[in-house]
């Protein structure tokens, strides 16, 4: 049945559901691209474009033009799916003895813009908001929030590691060991596949409440599949998962037909609006959430608790 809206606020509330799953260590954050976008790190579809260009402009390893034609390099650039172009121009690159230059751009594209980190600092609020955080990112833009040891990316690690909040999860590898990426087909292929690697993501879906942040409609093709593979605890999709969602005023309707899809996956919409901010906005809805959550949820007071304890021993 579709769901009528009557507005969409600047500053959404946050659901009594995320705050009980905070309050039960039962939330887990899932960070997307955008959430990276918003201090200044390149989006899939740049890097893409970023890529072809490096193909067409770079001389081929037998020095008889470039790595592709004017005509290949059109093709490419009709291709939709940001990382099937990625995975194509990985291997013109390589083919080329160019694979240095493709991580060059891999990594710039990863870079982030100082003065969006001082204005917009998303991780540190992603951070507060207490839950346990998973990512597809490879930037190491949230990291100095955890000790490294706590940092997990490398694919035997998902079959024995314990989940916990004090631990990142990059279920996608880090910039820093190239060995640990997915960002090609074949990559995720592997990935997928693995068996340590899928029961993590079955606890993951089976027993907790997950809050999805910076994931656009390509992202969510994955999150689909993650979703309807290894969430077994509901078949009847009722709402148990949630992601944060910009939209103009006055786009009711489209709110009430993306979360028409969305209802197959078991996760509700809440929308924000983007009129003034853009997708910065996001920073301020989890800005205002985290004030919510600390003033409502036990874990300010077990936080406190612990405190006084401590000085109490001193």
């Given at each position: 049945?579709?769901?009528?809206?009557s507005?969409i606020?600047?500053?959404?509330?946050?659901?009594t559901?995320?705050i009980?799953?905070?309050?039960?260590?039962k939330?887990?954050?899932?960070?997307?691209a955008?959430?990276?976008?918003?201090?200044?790190c390149?989006?899939w579809?740049q890097l893409a474009t970023?890529?072809?260009?490096l193909?067409?402009d770079?001389?081929?390893?037998d020095k008889?033009g470039t790595?592709i034609?004017?005509?290949e390099?059109?093709?490419?650039?009709?291709?939709?799916?940001?990382?099937?172009?990625?995975?194509i121009?990985?291997?013109?690159?390589?083919n080329n003895?160019?694979?240095?230059e493709f991580?060059?751009k891999?990594n710039k594209?990863?870079?982030?813009?100082?003065?969006?980190?001082?204005q917009?600092?998303?991780?540190?609020?992603?951070?507060?908001l207490r839950?346990?955080n998973?990512t597809t990112?490879?930037?190491i833009?949230?990291?100095?929030?955890?000790?490294?040891?706590?940092?997990v990316f490398n694919e035997p690690?998902?079959?024995?590691?314990?989940i916990e909040?004090?631990?990142?999860?990059?279920i996608h590898?880090?910039q820093?060991?190239?060995e640990?990426?997915v960002f090609?087909?074949?990559?995720y292929?592997?990935?997928y596949?693995?068996d340590?690697?899928?029961?993590?993501?079955k606890?993951?879906?089976?027993n907790?409440?997950?809050?999805?942040?910076g994931y656009g409609?390509s992202?969510?093709e994955?999150l689909?599949f993650?979703?309807t593979k290894?969430?077994?605890?509901n078949e009847?999709?009722e709402?148990?998962?949630?992601t944060?969602w910009?939209f103009?005023?006055?786009?009711?309707?489209?709110?009430?037909f993306e979360?028409?899809?969305f209802n197959d996956?078991?996760i509700q919409?809440i929308?924000?609006q983007?009129?003034?901010?853009g997708?910065?906005?996001?920073?301020y809805v989890?800005?205002k959430?985290?004030t919510?959550?600390?003033?409502?949820?036990?874990y300010?007071?077990d936080?406190?608790?612990?405190?006084e304890?401590?000085?109490?021993?001193?």
């Amino acid at each position: 049945m579709k769901v009528k809206y009557s507005s969409i606020p600047e500053l959404p509330e946050v659901p009594t559901e995320i705050i009980e799953a905070v309050n039960n260590n039962k939330l887990v954050i899932f960070i997307g691209a955008g959430v990276s976008r918003i201090i200044g790190c390149m989006g899939w579809s740049q890097l893409a474009t970023n890529l072809i260009k490096l193909c067409f402009d770079t001389q081929n390893k037998d020095k008889t033009g470039t790595c592709i034609n004017f005509k290949e390099k059109e093709s490419l650039e009709q291709i939709n799916d940001h990382k099937k172009v990625i995975t194509i121009c990985y291997h013109i690159l390589c083919n080329n003895e160019l694979e240095k230059e493709f991580y060059n751009k891999f990594n710039k594209s990863l870079e982030s813009v100082p003065k969006k980190v001082d204005q917009y600092n998303i991780y540190k609020e992603i951070f507060g908001l207490r839950g346990i955080n998973i990512t597809t990112n490879a930037d190491i833009h949230f990291h100095n929030q955890f000790f490294s040891a706590n940092i997990v990316f490398n694919e035997p690690e998902f079959l024995t590691t314990s989940i916990e909040r004090t631990k990142l999860y990059k279920i996608h590898g880090t910039q820093e060991n190239r060995e640990s990426l997915v960002f090609t087909v074949p990559q995720y292929i592997r990935r997928y596949n693995d068996d340590g690697f899928k029961l993590f993501l079955k606890k993951i879906f089976d027993n907790y409440t997950v809050l999805f942040l910076g994931y656009g409609m390509s992202e969510f093709e994955l999150l689909d599949f993650l979703i309807t593979k290894y969430d077994s605890s509901n078949e009847q999709r009722e709402v148990k998962h949630y992601t944060l969602w910009p939209f103009y005023s006055g786009e009711e309707n489209l709110l009430s037909f993306e979360q028409s899809y969305f209802n197959d996956m078991g996760i509700q919409v809440i929308a924000y609006q983007k009129d003034e901010n853009g997708f910065n906005q996001l920073y301020y809805v989890l800005k205002k959430w985290n004030t919510d959550i600390n003033q409502t949820s036990l874990y300010t007071y077990d936080s406190l608790k612990e405190i006084e304890d401590l000085v109490a021993e001193l």
